[in-house]
């Protein structure tokens, strides 16, 4: 058989056995059938096993220290690009991260998330970056930067199928919301902050319950932020007025009330992770 597309299946079939698609007897088997020697088998997070690294070309060396070379030349010289090129330069890279991490989240899904994940940190930085450096690092052109980050995100991570780049998304896109609700009214009392986002919880947890069942990884986007919005009252009131006795009181209940609403539902739950 080809040497790539042996290597497909082995990966594909640890794919299976990653996620529990297969049992570990019959992800074993099909793997005998394929490996020459078993050091090929994928160890380690990225996929990689001994004998890959061992059996390895001198150009598949120099084309990686070549790219890195590359990426210390954009770092060092990109405050002295045009304007035009920082914007390329930014998109290009971002492109290329999320193009890595959607070709290899089925085969090495672990270097994948970690290149959408290079991708993601990779449009905000550039954001804030080309804003501070052309003198346009305002509140509303921030808030607007937040906002574009956080709908890509989202976005990239409901493609891609991942709940953590959809729960980045909706991290930024609450800081946006929680900021200008702040900002507007410039009320930060514990009573008014509870009005505005208890509601934004209720919506978030209940959305993901219900489309558990049709989107596993939005759902899971869904319930992590909301899990956050429920502490976010406490932590922009000790932004604002300091963490005194009170907000750590408040912070201490919802825990205690967080955990007794995990461990009543826990025989629903505890289906979905394991």
């Known amino acids: 058989m080809d040497p790539v597309k042996r290597r497909t299946i082995v990966f594909e079939i640890e794919y299976w056995r990653k996620h529990k698609l297969l049992p570990e007897q019959y992800c074993d088997f099909l793997q005998n059938l394929y490996l020459e020697q078993p050091g090929e088998r994928p160890s380690g997070p990225f996929g990689l096993s001994a004998s890959a690294i061992r059996n390895s070309h001198w150009t598949r060396w120099m084309f990686i220290f070549s790219i890195f070379a590359l990426i210390c030349f954009v770092v060092l010289h990109f405050n002295s690009f045009p304007a035009i090129l920082q914007i390329v330069t930014a998109v290009l890279t971002a492109a290329v991260c999320y193009s890595a991490g959607f070709s290899l989240r089925r085969t090495r899904p672990a270097a994948g998330y970690v290149w959408l994940a290079a991708g993601n940190l990779g449009i905000i930085g ?15 052109n921030m808030l607007l930067a937040f906002t574009a980050c956080g709908v890509i995100s989202l976005g990239v991570g409901l493609a891609a199928g991942t709940g953590g780049l959809q729960f980045c998304g909706w991290l930024m896109l609450l800081c946006v919301y929680g900021y200008a609700l702040t900002a507007r009214s410039g009320e930060s009392a514990w009573p008014w902050l509870e009005l505005h986002w208890l509601p934004v919880c209720v919506l978030f947890i209940w959305l993901g319950w219900a489309l558990h069942s049709r989107n596993q990884s939005f759902s899971a986007g869904l319930l992590s932020a909301g899990g956050l919005v429920w502490f976010f009252p406490q932590f922009i009131e000790g932004f604002y007025s300091g963490f005194t006795e009170q907000v750590q009181y408040l912070l201490l209940a919802k825990l205690i009330l967080a955990g007794g609403v995990l461990f009543g539902f826990r025989k629903r739950w505890a289906e979905w992770i394991v």
């Open 126 to 140: 550039f954001s804030l970056l080309l804003l501070w450096l052309h003198g346009l690092a305002n509140s509303l």
